[in-house]
């Protein structure tokens, strides 16, 4: 079956705006992750979902950034007055279930572009 | 807090040499471990993890719990390896989140 979708896969916008970023998981897939690739900087955790609830969501920047997840299945992760600091790959992964083993399902990611 | 270190952003070796990437992980308990791979334009897959024990494209990694290590290594390297690595870490009965390294990038010349 499609794997991870994420869309828009380039994203320019102006300082100031707001932008949203889409997830579609793999379906059935319970667990759905946020994370930030910058250059030099690897993979930052943002935010996970079990089913609805973000049990941790530790890893967000600042209060401009919330994410929601509805139905189990597609998240949105949205990005209040963008600054330039927030240019950056954004990768979305699924996993069947949390714990032993679950590996990650990476999306090709959503690459913000601040200017 | 859990930490992974790759502490060579950068590893270029010969067609048919050996690599090793390094991962050290600071965490005092029996965490679960990955290696992680992102091809040139492919999105990012898992590689291997620890608690299978497997060797995925001649890779292997063993966790050395005493040093606190997962090094990645490959007896003879392709240059179909060249890619950027990530070890992963996850902390059992904690959060779900994997923790990242900052990666390694390998070029494997001809």
């Known amino acids: 079956g499609a794997g991870v979708s994420q869309s828009p896969s380039n994203k320019v916008t102006e300082k100031g705006k707001d932008v949203e970023l889409r997830c579609d998981p793999i379906?059935?897939?319970?667990?759905l992750y946020w994370y930030r690739q910058s250059l030099g900087q690897g993979l930052e955790f943002l935010i996970y979902f079990q089913g609805n609830s973000a049990p941790d969501k530790s890893g967000l920047p600042s209060d401009r950034f919330s994410a929601e997840r509805t139905g189990g299945s597609v998240s949105t992760l949205t990005i209040q007055r963008t600054q330039q600091e927030d240019s950056a790959v954004y990768l979305c992964a699924s996993s069947l279930a949390t714990g032993l083993g679950s590996p990650l399902h990476f999306g090709n990611g959503t690459r913000l572009t601040v200017t | 807090a859990q930490r992974v270190t790759q502490p060579e952003k950068l590893l270029s070796v010969f067609k048919g040499a050996p690599v090793e990437l390094k991962c050290n992980y600071s965490y005092s308990g029996s965490p679960e471990l990955f290696w992680y791979v992102q091809y040139s334009r492919q999105r990012l897959q898992l590689l291997l993890r620890?608690?299978s024990r497997e060797s995925i494209k001649g890779f292997t990694a063993d966790l050395n719990k005493g040093e606190t290590s997962f090094h990645l290594k490959k007896p003879f390297a392709q240059e179909e390896d060249s890619a950027m690595y990530y070890c992963a870490l996850r902390t059992p009965g904690g959060s779900e989140k994997l923790v990242f390294g900052k990666g390694t990038k390998l070029t494997v010349n001809p």
């Open positions: 379906s059935g897939h319970t667990a």
């Open positions: 620890h608690i």
